[in-house]
T-cell receptor, first 115, second 111 residues
Framework: GAGVSQSPSNKVTEKGKDVELRCDPI?????LYWYRQSLGQGLEFLIY????????KSGLPSDRFSAERTGGSVSTLTIQRTQQEDSAVYLC?????????????FGPGTRLTVL | QKEVEQNSGPLSVPEGAIASLNCTYS??????FFWYRQYSGKSPELIMS????GDKEDGRFTAQLNKASQYVSLLIRDSQPSDSATYLC???????????FGSGTRLQVQP
């Protein structure tokens, strides 16, 4: 079946602009995660959605970052007033139900470059 | 102290040898552990998951977990040049659903 998809694959923007990144999880997966990976760094957790529960926003680095998940499926990560330090690969992952032994599957990522 | 620590490498092994990748974690209550492989410019791909102390084998890969020592490892037997990639150790901390990743070990398999 289809895996996690993300769009756009690449995004170049100017400092101060807002950007929206989209994630379409694997069909039937109720849990969705956003991570980011800066050059040469490990993956950093941003936000987690599970079904209709309130999202875990504990990883968002500032209030310029927000995310929503509509209808329990597609998610959009929004970065307002982008800064150069926001440049990174933004990875979305989904899993079946978010439980302890659940496996997360990653999408191809969106490479964001802030000039 | 980082929550999940890995040697950044590069770890260089000859083709056909065993590659041993190590990871330590700080949250003693962690129950789920994962190894992901990441080729340059690509997204992480799950290699192995392990939840109980001991060894878990899948083909050429063996994951080892020692919760008392807070240590998890990945062995790759008969290493191939196609195994050259960065290997990421990921841990689910106590009560958490998101993964905490180490910074990865870069493996180079020399033909």
């Amino acid at each position: 079946g289809a895996g996690v998809s993300q769009s756009p694959s690449n995004k170049v923007t100017e400092k101060g602009k807002d950007v929206e990144l989209r994630c379409d999880p694997i069909s039937g997966h109720t849990a969705l995660y956003w991570y980011r990976q800066s050059l040469g760094q490990g993956l950093e957790f941003l936000i987690y959605f599970q079904g209709n529960s309130a999202p875990d926003k504990s990883g968002l680095p500032s209030d310029r970052f927000s995310a929503e998940r509509t209808g329990g499926s597609v998610s959009t990560l929004t970065i307002q007033r982008t800064q150069q330090e926001d440049s990174a690969v933004y990875l979305c992952a989904s899993s079946l139900d978010g439980k302890e032994a659940d496996t997360q599957y990653f999408g191809p990522g969106t490479r964001l470059t802030v000039l | 102290q980082k929550e999940v620590e890995q040697n950044s490498g590069p770890l260089s092994v000859p083709e056909g040898a065993i590659a041993s990748l190590n990871c330590t974690y700080s949250d003693r209550g962690s129950q789920s552990f994962f190894w992901y492989r990441q080729y340059s410019g690509k997204s992480p791909e799950l290699i192995m998951s392990i939840y109980s102390n001991g060894d878990k084998e899948d083909g050429r890969f063996t994951a080892q977990l020692n919760k008392a020592s807070q240590y998890v490892s990945l062995l790759i037997r008969d290493s191939q040049p196609s195994d050259s990639a960065t290997y990421l150790c990921a841990v689910k901390g106590t009560g958490r659903r998101a993964l905490t990743f180490g910074s990865g070990t870069r493996l180079q398999v020399q033909p």
